[in-house]
């Protein structure tokens, strides 16, 4: 939960993240810190811990970790360009999420995994992949929009509560977009419709444990309300430990 000074600041940082790549990196960066505070309250510090970012993205939130273990790893489709011309000490694997993971068995303490899952088509192999790599008793931390919230229709928002053909069209036109597809919507790597549910229900297909889930910065917990959840909790945070 944010209070108030740190929830105002997101949202000025929230509106100028399109600006520039620069930009971008600071609105994750305070993020990040907002994020390392939730899972302090959740006993968990990352000093000492092999951790691993995937879906790294430019960065922004990866200099805070960073801050908090040098051993870290940060994984991406693409090359955080920016952030290692900057911080060249930065380990970086660049691989395809939707394929085995490049680590060995039991290699990871924690995994850190933001806005990254709904955009993986086969979100259960991501998942067992997250659990192979992790130690006994590793933590993931994942992280989303689910799709009927405000946010989850990413690029097509609020559009997408009306259906994918309608949607893209009127994000198209109204937004100016060049969208295809949902599958499509970013290239190389599209977005698939991730609920709560689907979450909870693909995890019970693997060896997590769910510790806790949470909706990012606000002080009510709506992931705990049945049905609403899906639409109102704007970002959810799932706290999964390997059992």
């Excluded at 290239?187 to 889930?213: A, E, M, P, Q, S």
Aim: glycine share 4%.
């Amino acid at each position: 939960m944010a209070n108030i000074k740190e929830f105002l600041e997101f949202i000025k940082l929230a509106s100028k993240r399109l600006k520039s790549e620069q930009a971008y990196m600071k609105f994750q960066n305070y993020q990040a810190k907002l994020i390392l505070k939730e899972l302090k309250k959740h006993s968990i510090s990352l000093k000492n811990l092999k951790v691993l970012e995937l879906g790294c993205g430019k960065g922004g939130y990866s200099l805070e970790l960073y801050k908090k273990t040098k051993n870290l790893i940060l994984a991406d489709i693409n090359k955080p360009k920016l952030l290692l011309k900057k911080y060249p000490k930065l380990k970086f694997v660049r691989f395809d999420f939707t394929k085995k993971f490049p680590f060995k068995n039991n290699q990871f303490d924690f995994i850190f995994c933001l806005s990254t899952i709904e955009h993986i088509k086969n979100p259960l192999f991501f998942l067992k992949e997250c659990e192979r790599i992790l130690k006994s008793h590793g933590v993931l931390f994942l992280t989303f929009p689910p799709f009927y919230s405000p946010t989850g229709g990413h690029s097509v928002k609020p559009f997408h509560y009306l259906g994918e053909k309608l949607a893209i069209k009127l994000a198209n036109k109204i937004k100016g977009k060049n969208i295809k597809s949902y599958e499509k919507m970013f290239g190389d790597w599209g977005l698939y419709r991730l609920k709560i549910k689907d979450l909870k229900n693909l995890v019970r297909k693997t060896n997590f444990k769910i510790k806790d889930v949470w909706v990012r910065y606000l002080p009510i917990n709506f992931s705990k309300i049945p049905l609403l959840n899906e639409f109102l909790a704007w970002h959810i945070h799932f706290l999964l430990y390997k059992k």
